[in-house]
């Protein structure tokens, strides 16, 4: 059984660069989520989408993030223009009900 | 926001050793579930709870929803050098939404 896919896995970009991460979810889940997870704040949820749907958004750092969910199979997480503090990993999981399985993550470097 | 108190924060043991780590919260949670996180992978569920006072065992891990709805625990016995990650409690506040609330983790070191 294919997981939650991410790509891409590492990610090195300069300051003020777009960002582009994406997401696969499992087949069948309806519900997803992006996570970013730093040592200083932990796990962090940003947003999750139901149905394709966001539910919540409200752990979105600033308008320089956005994410969507153009249907069930896919989803992307974009930052507009990447600072050296968005430098984290950022995971995505799907669930069905309420256990989240989660992807390998992308770990993004902004210098 | 809400938080879930997660202790100890690290763990050294030996391997062979029983190991034990809590979540706590002053909230109610509906579900709990049991996360184990290796360096460069993302965290992987190992045990989801359900009902208050549930005791569940996934092999050598053994893990209980709190009969208060506050907290829950995770054993692990007999530890192995593979046991060594941080490891993530998370609940679920209300039924009506798939949000999990996260723990700090408790990282997890064993020695042989």
């Known amino acids: 059984d294919a997981g939650v896919i991410q790509s891409p896995r590492h990610e090195v970009t300069e300051m003020g660069q777009e960002v582009t991460l994406r997401c696969k979810p499992i087949?069948?889940?309806?519900?997803l989520f992006w996570y970013r997870q730093t040592m200083m704040r932990g796990l962090e949820l940003l947003i999750y989408?139901?149905?394709?749907?966001?539910?919540?958004d409200s752990g979105m750092p600033e308008d320089r993030f956005s994410a969507k969910m153009p249907n069930a199979s896919f989803s992307t997480l974009k930052i507009q223009p990447s600072e050296p503090r968005d430098s984290a990993v950022y995971f995505c999981?799907?669930?069905?009900?309420?256990?989240?399985?989660f992807g390998p993550g992308t770990r993004l470097t902004v210098t | 926001g809400q938080q879930l108190n997660q202790s100890p924060q690290s763990m050294f043991i030996q391997e062979g050793e029983d190991v034990s780590m809590n979540c706590t919260s002053s909230?109610?949670?509906?579900?709990w579930l049991w996360y184990k996180q290796e360096p460069g992978e993302g965290p992987v569920l190992l045990i989801a709870?359900?009902?208050?006072?549930e005791l569940t065992s996934n092999g050598r891990l053994t893990a209980q929803f709190g009969i208060t709805r506050k907290d829950s625990f995770l054993n692990i016995s007999a530890s192995i050098p593979s046991d060594v990650g941080i490891y993530f409690c998370?609940?679920?506040?209300?039924?009506?939404?798939?949000?999990?609330?996260f723990g700090t983790g408790t990282r997890l070191q064993v020695f042989p």
């Open positions: 999981a799907s669930s069905s009900s309420y256990e989240q399985y």
């Open positions: 087949s069948g889940h309806n519900s």
């Open positions: 989408f139901n149905n394709n749907v966001p539910i919540d």
């Open positions: 909230s109610i949670f509906n579900t």
């Open positions: 709870l359900y009902k208050a006072g």
């Open positions: 998370a609940g679920q506040l209300a039924y009506n939404t798939d949000k999990l609330i």
